[in-house]
């Protein structure tokens, strides 16, 4: 017989593997040899996806019927907290795309994403990944 703690573990440790299932489809986490970044990161995660739950509780009708709803809601997260920040900006971005992005937002543009990149006609330079054996790098 295994001890009660055993069993009320293994009753409810679904809900746990759910929530880093869920969590891990947007996620804000990225490579980093520091732990307190990770704990950090995995902070946000959970506080957006619980934001997200309570969001659409009270509001059920947000953008009912779509299937990215989430991906909305925290698309409409990022700006509303981004949005303030890049408005008291005091000192000019350092690249053009950056630069372009901080104008947009501070003329109050809806027609473009607060966050979406801006085409500046500079290269962007895509990660590196290696391809099957023999093969370039690219």
């Known amino acids: 017989m295994k001890p009660q703690m055993i069993l009320d573990y293994n009753s409810t440790k679904g809900g746990v593997d ?13 490579k980093t040899a520091r732990w307190p970044l990770v704990i950090f990161y ?8 619980n934001a997200y739950v ?4 009270i509001n059920q009708q947000w953008n009912a019927g779509k299937l990215y ?3 909305l809601f925290l698309e409409e997260l990022g700006k ?20 372009a992005v901080i104008e947009k937002v501070k003329m109050g543009s809806s027609s473009q994403s607060a966050v979406d990149p801006v085409d500046t006609g500079v ?12 093969g370039r790098r690219g």
Do not use: H
């Not at 005091?90 to 690249?95: F, I, K, L, Q, V």
């Not at 290269?123 to 023999?134: D, F, I, N, T």
């Open 42 to 49: 995995n902070i946000v995660d959970v506080s957006a996806y």
């Open 18 to 30: 759910n929530l880093d299932k869920v969590t891990a489809t947007y996620s804000c986490q990225r």
């Open 54 to 57: 309570l969001w659409t509780e």
């Open 123 to 134: 290269k962007k330079w895509k990660r590196c990944q290696e391809v099957g054996s023999g």
């Open 69 to 71: 709803r989430r991906r």
């Open 80 to 99: 509303a907290l981004v949005t303030p920040m890049i408005q008291r900006r005091a000192r000019p971005a350092r690249s053009s795309a950056a630069a």
